[in-house]
């Protein structure tokens, strides 16, 4: 479970979040809606550890996330996918994903690597149908599920 409680984050002195809390258990799906300015992706990247200085409590399970580098977030399973379709247009779509798990490539878990794209495959078909296609053709709704 992802809980996170009366988070405050701040841009030099001006306080961009007061007091946010949420809980998301495993296998729970949510929305952040909001206006422009209201404090989501500020949330999300201090959940990321991408913006330092927030107070408060941002947990996995129950281990405190504060202090966590972004990597270290990553390998708990925690990443953000930020708009823009931030992929590699001249790889293939497998390359795509397979370079996404850098880091585990290092601790040899080809065979966890290889369970994961299937279920990628399972997830978007569509990316199956394309896997050997430069990304870079993708359109932009198969680019963004690439990027996820």
Aim: charged share 20%.
């Amino acid at each position: 479970m992802l809980r996170v409680r009366n988070l405050k984050c701040y841009y030099g002195r001006i306080q961009a979040i007061n007091g946010v809390s949420l809980s998301v258990s495993q296998g729970e799906l949510i929305a952040l809606i909001g206006a422009n300015g209201a404090g989501k992706s500020t949330l999300l990247q201090a959940i990321c550890g991408l913006l330092p200085g927030w107070r408060g409590e941002i947990r996995l399970e129950k281990e405190s996330l504060q202090g966590l580098t972004p990597p270290r977030i990553v390998q708990r399973g925690i990443s953000l996918v930020p708009e823009g379709r931030l992929i590699f247009p001249p790889l293939s779509v497998v390359d795509n994903l397979r370079l996404g798990a850098y880091l585990r490539y290092r601790k040899k878990e080809a065979e966890a690597i290889e369970r994961d794209l299937q279920t990628v495959w399972e997830l978007f078909p569509v990316l199956q149908e394309r896997a050997r296609q430069s990304a870079g053709t993708l359109s932009g709704g198969e680019q963004q599920m690439l990027a996820i």
